[in-house]
């Protein structure tokens, strides 16, 4: 009778991923228990033509749920002229992002800048708000919906366009997410924090409009405005 040679290592139950050793230097750095903000700002490109989530050239998809650490709004060159813009510092809770940063995502109106994903958080804010709530400490939920319509291209010519837009909604954070939103109101709560931040491309090419009044802003967004706004990039 013959036996089978057992193996000395165990192996690895299925779907769990052997994690390597940590070399001895840096275990001495402190485990870090609360949010990174990175030195260098990371962008969470909201991809209106794809309707998914993208990091540099890596997608997450569509589902994402996130607490929002800051709002800021700003102007900039968009398509031979001027358009609002919301900024959203926001950590994820929930999707394929990966947690426990701190990202920027950017969202705008259609170029008529009567809808659109800007116009339909600032809706949802203001419910948010009458019921008592601070859109901080809620649980944010965008929806990509598609759109369809007739455009005129360059040509002049019509032709069929899709694109997306976010729908938002929102709910009450849960129990296991509290810490999450702990560890977000550590970072409002810190103005060193706060100051991270900042990213100097988006700085290089839009103005932040906190602190002005919508007819400041209003005049800032029209094209024949004395004030100069930073060349815009692709």
Not at 34 to 47: S, Y
Not at 146 to 162: P, V
Not at 190 to 218: C, H, K, W, Y
């Amino acid at each position: 009778m013959t036996t089978s040679k057992t193996s000395s290592t165990p192996a690895l139950a299925a779907g769990v991923t052997k994690i390597m050793a940590r070399h001895k230097f840096f275990q001495s750095a402190p485990k870090n228990t609360g949010l990174i903000i990175p030195e260098m700002a990371v962008f969470l490109k909201n991809d209106c033509k794809e309707g998914k989530w993208m990091v540099g050239e890596s997608d997450y998809g569509s589902k994402l749920e996130f607490l929002v650490v800051h709002f800021s709004r700003r102007v900039s060159e968009y398509m031979g002229g001027r358009i609002a813009q919301g900024q959203l510092w926001l950590t994820p809770v929930a999707g394929d992002v990966p947690k426990g940063i701190v990202y920027y995502t950017l969202i705008k109106n259609s170029r008529s800048g009567r809808s659109g994903s800007l116009k339909n958080f600032g809706c949802q804010v203001a419910i948010a708000q009458s019921q008592g709530y601070d859109p901080r400490e809620l649980v944010w939920m965008p929806k990509f919906i598609k759109k369809s319509a007739a455009i005129t291209n360059e040509d002049g010519k019509s032709e069929n366009a899709s694109w997306y837009v976010i729908d938002w909604s929102w709910r009450e954070c849960t129990a296991e997410e509290e810490k999450t939103l702990d560890n977000t109101v550590a970072i409002i709560q810190n103005p060193d924090q706060m100051e991270l931040l900042f990213d100097m491309d988006l700085e290089a090419t839009s103005i932040s409009v906190d602190g002005m009044n919508q007819r400041e802003i209003l005049s800032l967004l029209n094209q024949t405005s004395s004030m100069a706004l930073p060349a815009a990039t692709d």
